[in-house]
């Protein structure tokens, strides 16, 4: 069922670093904004990092300014998060989104089944 394949978590002491990886088809990927959402215990969903067909324009909320990168390569139909200096509060499922609506609060059309990421102290 999922359109969209994410790896690259895994469990991590704070401070360090994972980079995330989610592989789209030309149908889910080409022309799309793409984005990672993450869920934390006992959270709702969040929007973390949002990036346009081009790769000009990215977004982040604002607890991961400054520590994850978002990017993609379209020759290869993969979007990626690089996260750097995690903290406990990271702690979450990641989720690959494709399709993000710029004109519908950027709600996804497309997602991948989740990567769980794990920070310890």
């Known amino acids: 069922q999922a359109q969209l394949a994410e790896s690259g978590g895994g469990l991590v002491q704070a401070g360090g670093s994972l980079r995330l990886s989610c592989a789209a088809s030309?149908?889910?990927?080409?022309?799309?904004?793409m984005g990672w959402f993450r869920q934390a215990p006992g959270k709702e969903r969040e929007w973390v990092a949002r990036?346009?067909?081009?790769?000009?324009?990215?977004a982040y909320t604002d607890s991961v300014k400054g520590r994850f990168t978002i990017s993609r390569d379209n020759a290869e139909y993969m979007v990626y998060l690089q996260m750097d200096n995690l903290r406990p509060e990271d702690t979450a499922v990641y989720f690959c989104a494709g399709g993000l609506n710029m004109y519908k609060n950027y709600e996804p059309t497309y997602w991948g089944q989740g990567t769980q990421v794990t920070v310890f102290v």
């Open positions: 030309q149908r889910t990927f080409d022309g799309n904004m």
């Open positions: 990036i346009s067909w081009s790769g000009g324009l990215t």
